[in-house]
């Protein structure tokens, strides 16, 4: 079952080159290239690669020219699962998708975790091209700030609040001042 997000152009054959490999490769999952298409000029701080790298904000993924096992998660504008590893582990989860006015993300993530952990294998494949458009909107760095911390959350929620968290009264500190934020 091949997914995609509704704002992508796909490549013609994009859909040919996935049902290829799932005929003759031995693995759970395929990620396919998504190469990024600007809308707008790239921002002068954004740093796709190198020492200056930022989080995945901008949705891009490209390993090269071969087919390769994934060590990380898929992004979901470029995978497919196999229906029987679907059945087997269950279905994305639907509470860590996005939502209006919220960036959070990780139902892509935490589904490609839940196929690592059955000891399935997710497989890079190249030729499988999907170019997704980078609106001005998404090159600000207040939409940065926003991802990154709708991702935070989304992070906790699948994780939960770790042990060593820092806490008042209990509850992880972090809580005190989202509310007094929201207040």
């Known amino acids: 079952i091949a997914f995609t997000d509704d704002d992508v152009r796909i490549d013609p054959r994009w859909l040919a080159e996935l049902h290829a490999a799932a005929l003759h490769e031995d693995a759970d999952a395929f990620a396919g290239r998504i190469l990024e298409t600007w809308h707008t000029p790239k921002p002068r701080w954004y740093a796709p690669d190198g020492t200056y790298r930022l989080m995945d904000v901008i949705v891009r993924l490209d390993l090269g020219e071969q087919p390769v096992t994934m060590s990380t998660a898929a992004w979901g504008a470029n995978m497919a699962i196999r229906r029987e590893v679907l059945e087997r582990?269950?279905?994305?989860?639907?509470?860590?998708?996005p939502t209006a006015g919220v960036l959070r993300r990780?139902?892509?993530?935490e589904i490609c975790q839940r196929i690592a952990a059955a000891g399935g294998r997710l497989l890079y494949l190249p030729q499988a091209i999907v170019w997704h458009p980078v609106e001005p909107a998404r090159a600000t760095r207040?939409?940065?700030?926003?991802?990154?911390?709708?991702f935070g959350r989304s992070e906790v929620q699948l994780d939960g609040v770790p042990d060593d968290a820092a806490r008042w009264l209990g509850a992880p500190r972090y809580l005190f001042r989202e509310l007094a934020t929201a207040a």
């Open 89 to 97: 582990i269950g279905l994305f989860r639907t509470d860590l998708g």
């Open 106 to 109: 990780g139902e892509d993530t």
């Open 142 to 150: 207040d939409y940065f700030l926003r991802w990154y911390h709708d």
